[in-house]
């Protein structure tokens, strides 16, 4: 593609994210896409929180690291399962590194069970 997400440091501590999404126990979903870093430490690039009720603190965090500087664009893929009472989960993409860029692109959350992508414009283009 053309376009993808620039994250560069010293931006305030935050996150991205594209709401909530229902979700049963037990289902299973593939994370993936790729990054590229340069001159950064180990991050989470994004942490996946599961919640019973979205009013609450999440029953369980997921974090995803991104590589220490790693100037190449590198895939990734991850498989997450819906912990016992997750009703919903969340994305978030986190930023606020000390130093350096990170780049993300391809972005896909799918439900493995029905194939449906999850992220709403995961590749940047619109």
């Known amino acids: 593609g053309s376009s993808c997400l620039r994250i560069d440091a010293g931006e305030p501590v935050g996150w ?6 229902t979700t049963l126990q037990g289902k299973e979903y593939e994370f993936s896409g790729w990054i590229l870093t340069e001159q950064t430490a180990a ?3 994004c ?9 609450q603190p999440p ?3 997921v974090h995803l690291k991104a590589p220490a500087d790693q ?14 009472g997750a009703k919903s989960f969340q994305v978030m993409v986190t ?7 990170m780049w993300v692109d391809e972005l896909s959350l799918r439900a493995l ?8 414009n995961g590749s940047y283009e619109r």
């Open 16 to 21: 991205m994210s594209q709401g909530h999404f």
């Open 43 to 45: 991050w989470d690039l």
């Open 47 to 55: 942490t996946v929180y599961f919640y019973a009720d979205p009013a």
């Open 59 to 61: 029953i369980e965090a």
């Open 71 to 84: 100037p190449w664009w590198t895939p990734f893929r991850v498989r997450l399962k819906a912990p016992a």
């Open 95 to 101: 930023h606020g590194f000390p130093k350096g860029t």
């Open 113 to 120: 069970d029905t194939g449906e992508e999850i992220v709403v």
